[in-house]
């Protein structure tokens, strides 16, 4: 039993054992399976005086859990979409938790989060984020998609994402609901994208002060450094290629050194390795300065939307 004393891979197996039982059998059956299973663990556990097949037991319930929230989420957007029938004219207002760097072939992507969605049919909280697209033609700051942490409302058409059609292509609407995506919206243009500012919560609330710590700090660079500098360092710092130019842009790519600008796990190991100069320069202890780095860390993550690979870093 040794072995289980830091048991991190038999955790994650339990939980990925549990989520995956959940999955693919129906309530009746996971209930049958728990209790035999959770009374071995606890005479175990009794007899051999080791808390570790009940902690191995609570992450095997907590990936159940996991799983058996995120099917009812998608039954009742399953129950939605029924009854408003989509394609169907629709808007929705929502606070932005991913956001495209640049367009693809001039369409732009983001994702909502606290989806409100109105309808001929009635107004619905929407479970799980929405996918909204548009069709951006201009080259300045108003064309591009709202950044994370903003609070936009939309016009458009709820449809469902493309399923599966034939063996060797993509399944789009699994892959999308594995994010907790299960529609799309498609906007027509940037005039129908509109900046709100709703009564907020507390974790909304955060976001929302993140996002305007992310745009102070971006036009503090813009004004302390010379132009151009000031563009490279706002797309450098918070994974924003749109305040770039086309021209630099163009540079960059042939150059082979735009990855520089997408933020990874080095670019948050330095920001991580700065601060924490900067805080035993201010005279703090090792611990109290790696404790302030983790935090400051992790709001910056989720500031820039919490790309898998700086949240993977974190």
């Excluded at 404790?291 to 974190?314: D, K, Q, S």
Aim: proline share 5%; aromatic share 8%; charged share 20%.
């Amino acid at each position: 039993m040794n072995y289980f004393k830091r048991p991190v891979i038999p955790c994650l197996i339990l939980f990925i054992a549990g989520a995956t039982l959940v999955s693919e059998l129906d309530g009746t059956a996971v209930l049958l399976g728990a209790l035999p299973a959770t009374l071995v663990a606890v005479g175990t556990s009794a007899l051999r005086k080791d808390a570790t097949p009940v902690f191995l037991l609570f992450f095997g319930a907590l990936g159940g859990v996991q799983m058996a929230t995120l099917k009812h989420e998608k039954q009742h957007a399953a129950d939605i979409l029924y009854t408003i029938g989509p394609p169907v004219s629709c808007s929705v207002q929502g606070r932005v938790v991913a956001s495209d760097v640049e367009s693809d072939m001039g369409r732009f992507r983001f994702v909502l989060a606290n989806v409100e969605l109105m309808t001929d049919r009635g107004q619905f909280a929407w479970p799980g984020r929405l996918l909204v697209t548009f069709r951006s033609q201009g080259t300045d700051s108003s064309s591009a998609p709202p950044i994370v942490g903003e609070w936009v409302s939309a016009k458009g058409t709820q449809e469902l994402p493309s399923g599966f059609q034939n063996f060797y292509g993509p399944n789009f609407r699994e892959a999308l609901s594995r994010k907790r995506i299960y529609a799309v919206l498609r906007v027509s243009g940037t005039e129908d994208l509109q900046a709100i500012q709703p009564q907020l919560t507390v974790i909304p609330a955060l976001y929302s002060t993140l996002r305007d710590v992310r745009l102070a700090i971006s036009r503090s660079l813009m004004e302390l450094l010379p132009e151009r500098e000031g563009r490279l360092a706002t797309s450098l710092l918070f994974n924003d290629r749109r305040v770039l130019r086309d021209e630099e842009i163009r540079v960059l790519r042939d150059s082979g050194t735009f990855h520089i600008f997408a933020v990874s796990g080095l670019h948050v190991g330095i920001l991580a390795m700065i601060l924490l100069v900067l805080g035993r320069v201010a005279g703090l202890r090792w611990r109290a300065a790696w404790t302030l780095v983790a935090g400051i860390v992790w709001l910056y993550v989720a500031m820039i939307g919490f790309p898998p690979p700086a949240w993977r870093a974190a």
